[in-house]
């Protein structure tokens, strides 16, 4: 049987924590990842680290937005950072920007993953209605799947309630659900939630848990995940 693919969230600026999160969440069990986003990025001298991440798959979550020129340019300059498996960019960016962002990905790692980024699971049909948009998440979300789907985005990230009917659109692609929550545990800032089996239930080919595993004790929380996917 395939092994399920979980990426930790290491929402951390601190090398310590961060080694201390990846040795301590090693398991057999499934196949683990790390995400590692713009504040840990941006802070002084963690390119530098990031690079020094040797055997571990890298998911460097930039959800970068901006125009086609500028968005492919800023993937070109991670050509140093040859041990990143995958690059988040806002599907909002729109076709000629995700186009660019490919090309350029291709061009200096062909191993390199873009996924398109929908709505962000701190969203809500409320909340999303205030910053203009007039259609539903669900309605934003396929329309944005679409998109990325034509211009040959590697994958997508979206809610697992989203991932539930993206699955048939986007066949042949990767769906990864962030918003994770163990059973029981608190939404924090997030809103649209859901547990690691229900996600992997509604069609995530792999799922992006932060607080859940590493606030506390980091191995009790990776066997809390274990059970909770059994």
Do not use: W
């Amino acid at each position: 049987m395939k092994k399920k693919k979980i990426f930790i969230a290491c929402d951390t600026t601190n090398p310590k924590k961060l080694n201390q999160i990846i040795n301590q969440s090693q398991t057999d069990k499934f196949k683990i990842g790390y995400k590692l986003g713009l504040e840990f990025f941006l802070k002084n001298k963690k390119r530098n680290f990031i690079a020094k991440l040797k055997k571990k798959e890298i998911f460097l979550d930039l959800k970068l937005n901006d125009i086609p020129n500028t968005c492919a340019a800023a993937i070109s300059s991670l050509k140093d950072l040859k041990n990143i498996s995958y690059l988040t960019v806002h599907i909002n960016g729109g076709l000629k920007m995700l186009q660019a962002a490919r090309k350029s990905s291709k061009k200096i790692n062909k191993r390199l993953k873009i996924l398109g980024v929908t709505v962000l699971t701190s969203f809500s049909n409320s909340s999303i209605k205030k910053v203009g948009h007039t259609k539903s998440i669900k309605e934003l979300v396929k329309k944005q799947a679409l998109l990325a789907k034509f211009a040959k985005l590697d994958g997508i990230v979206c809610s697992g309630y989203e991932a539930k009917f993206l699955k048939q659109i986007c066949k042949n692609m990767e769906i990864i659900t962030p918003g994770i929550r163990l059973p029981g545990d608190s939404k924090g800032d997030q809103q649209r939630v859901v547990t690691p089996k229900q996600a992997f239930k509604n069609g995530a080919t792999s799922v992006v848990i932060g607080r859940s595993i590493t606030e506390g004790n980091v191995k009790n929380n990776i066997l809390k995940l274990i059970k909770s996917l059994n």
